[in-house]
């Protein structure tokens, strides 16, 4: 079993609708979650980050956190084709900093 | 204020060649690492430096080695390239436990 693994893509969806991307991880001490966003040819970029179980907007972006299910998401509400890209989640285990990160999933907003 | 900077972004190597990839930040930030990114396979850690003066081998640290020459700088040695060291190298930096800043990569290329 792959430590982190975020749903299988491509994902798409049309212009406005709500994207939602999965992720699961297998250290139940995983302390810190994240979400980085990377266009074709480019460096991932950090997007969103959580800490406590629940919900974190931040303007379209809607983080959620379930450790007792090991189950991380993000939602993009009012998805525009600027939000296609790779979203790859990422986790801090019990060793100290370091991030383990999925295979992310390929997002596709048509018009 | 430059953020993580990598040098080169592209090379080529023959088989058998040595270099080296330069990574430095401009953060202040304590930790430095670097990954590589092939297909598929999301990006997996090769080695990380907690801190100035310690080096620690990550999750595909064999045909690798890394000098954290300072706070700014830490630096990947490939003694030996090999085809299967083809990928995309990316250094990254951040304070303890939080997301990453990552470098623009490196596309290296072993024929």
């Known amino acids: 079993q792959k430590e982190v693994e975020q749903n299988s893509g491509p994902l798409s969806v049309p212009e406005g609708a709500i994207a939602s991307l999965n992720c699961t991880y297998s250290?139940?001490?995983?302390?810190?979650f994240f979400w980085y966003r990377q266009y074709s040819g480019k460096s991932p970029e950090l997007i969103m980050f959580i800490y406590s179980n629940g919900d974190k907007e931040d303007g379209r972006f809607t983080a959620q956190l379930n450790k007792a299910s090991q189950y991380v998401s993000l939602l993009i509400r009012d998805s525009q084709p600027s939000d296609s890209a790779t979203y790859l989640c990422a986790v801090t285990g019990t060793s100290y900093g370091k991030l383990t990160f999925g295979q992310g999933t390929i997002l596709t907003v048509h018009p | 204020n430059a953020g993580v900077t990598q040098t080169p972004k592209f090379q080529v190597l023959k088989t058998g060649q040595s270099m080296t990839l330069q990574c430095a930040q401009d953060m202040n930030h304590n930790s430095m690492y670097w990954y590589r990114q092939d297909p598929g396979m999301g990006l997996r850690l090769i080695y990380y430096?907690?801190?100035?003066?310690?080096?620690d081998k990550g999750e595909v640290p064999n045909g690798y080695n890394v000098s954290r020459l300072n706070k700014r700088e830490f630096s990947l040695r490939l003694e030996s390239a090999a085809p299967s060291q083809t990928s995309v190298y990316f250094c990254?930096?951040?304070?303890?436990?939080?997301?990453?800043?990552f470098g623009s990569g490196t596309r290296l290329t072993v024929v």
């Open positions: 990254a930096s951040s304070w303890t436990g939080d997301g990453y800043t």
């Open positions: 430096s907690a801190s100035e003066g310690t080096t």
């Open positions: 250290d139940r001490g995983s302390q810190s």
